[in-house]
């Protein structure tokens, strides 16, 4: 009974012990985050796509004459992500026109309204921000208002029954025309804005240079053993840097007050206040004219307001310890929320 008490009992021990081993620690987080916020990005961009445009044109002796207004709003959709930083730049809008197209002895009247759609991916490939090509969809749509002589008088019945399917056919390879003249205009505008756009974010990126110096320091490690992490929520995109086995830091929402359009999270074990300001604040000069310059020439009705406001406001802040984490924050004009701008549209 005893041998037989003692193979139940190493047999017994010999299939539990397995089951109550240990669980894997969890693995380590990264020790410095660059964590740059979805409203920041927008307000580069600024919330309205528009001008006015004069039509002037002669094909095939038909003199065209008129005006294009464009219209349309920007939004940012950042993709939610582990291992991407990827998000789109989104634009939509109609560009409504007015026309009249002249060939003795007929003068034709007529307007078009074309709703467009523009989206282009910007990634980080763990050097820079770059964009991909650009997506556009158009749809112009001519619509007959009148057609006249050159001397203004209506048609009678009979001229205008004759000309009239003539001219719809040509509204209708208007239509298609227009569709490649808008789509090539709006499409250099974007690449234009989004241009703008990419400057502005490839200055923020030193800051992850600036963290692999510090990493560099505190952990005698190469460049070889360090590794970009990207990550995304729907409202700010994450870069990091570690070693290959670390995983991007879960970092806190901050409270409404105290949250800015840029941040640095620091571990405490990796802080040095004299040293990080130093660069930060040198390097925030370059960046901080970029953004001043962008929005006051985006924003021409509120220029003498802004030009008050944002040298106080485009401010790089004191070191803020983070109640419950082992970590600073530096955070980059924090009182951004506070600017005479248009409202930054939320998601969904």
Not at 239 to 256: E, F, N, T, W, Y
Not at 260 to 276: G, K, M, R, T, Y
Not at 281 to 309: A, G, T
Request: with cysteine; aromatic share 6%; glycine share 6%.
């Amino acid at each position: 009974m005893k041998f037989a008490s003692c193979l139940a009992a190493l047999t017994t021990a010999l299939i539990v012990s397995p089951l109550q081993a240990q669980a894997p620690d969890p693995p380590k987080e990264t020790r410095v985050v660059l964590r740059i916020s979805r409203e920041f990005i927008h307000t580069l961009l600024g919330v309205r796509f528009q001008g006015d445009e004069p039509i002037d044109s002669s094909e095939r002796g038909v003199v065209v004459a008129g005006n294009a207004h464009f219209l349309g709003k920007t939004d940012i959709t950042l993709h939610k992500s582990e291992t991407e930083s990827d998000f789109d730049l989104l634009i939509t809008g109609t560009i409504d026109t007015q026309i009249n197209a002249a060939k003795r002895p007929v003068v034709v009247f007529a307007h078009g309204g074309a709703p467009f759609s523009v989206s282009r991916r910007i990634v980080f490939d763990g050097k820079k921000f770059t964009g991909q090509p650009i997506c556009m969809t158009v749809a112009n749509r001519f619509a007959l208002d009148d057609i006249t002589t050159a001397r203004g008088r209506p048609l009678g019945p009979v001229a205008r029954g004759l000309v009239t399917p003539i001219v719809r056919r040509g509204l209708a390879d208007g239509d298609r025309q227009a569709d490649n003249e808008i789509r090539a205009k709006v499409s250099t505008q974007v690449e234009e804005l989004t241009n703008k756009l990419l400057d502005a974010l490839n200055k923020v990126e030193p800051a992850i240079h600036h963290a692999k110096e510090v990493i560099h320091a505190d952990l005698k490690a190469k460049d070889a053993d360090l590794r970009i992490l990207r990550a995304a929520t729907s409202e700010h995109l994450l870069i990091s840097i570690g070693h290959p086995d670390r995983v991007m830091a879960k970092l806190p929402a901050l409270k409404q007050n105290e949250e800015a359009p840029v941040e640095l999270w620091i571990h405490q074990s990796l802080f040095d206040e004299n040293a990080h300001m130093r660069f930060l604040k040198d390097h925030w000069q370059d960046l901080k004219k970029l953004v001043h310059d962008q929005l006051i020439q985006r924003h021409r009705k509120l220029e003498k307001d802004l030009r008050v406001k944002l040298p106080d406001i485009l401010k790089i802040e004191p070191p803020m310890r983070v109640k419950g984490t082992p970590g600073y924050v530096i955070r980059f004009a924090p009182k951004f929320r506070e600017l005479p701008i248009f409202t930054i549209p939320q998601n969904g």
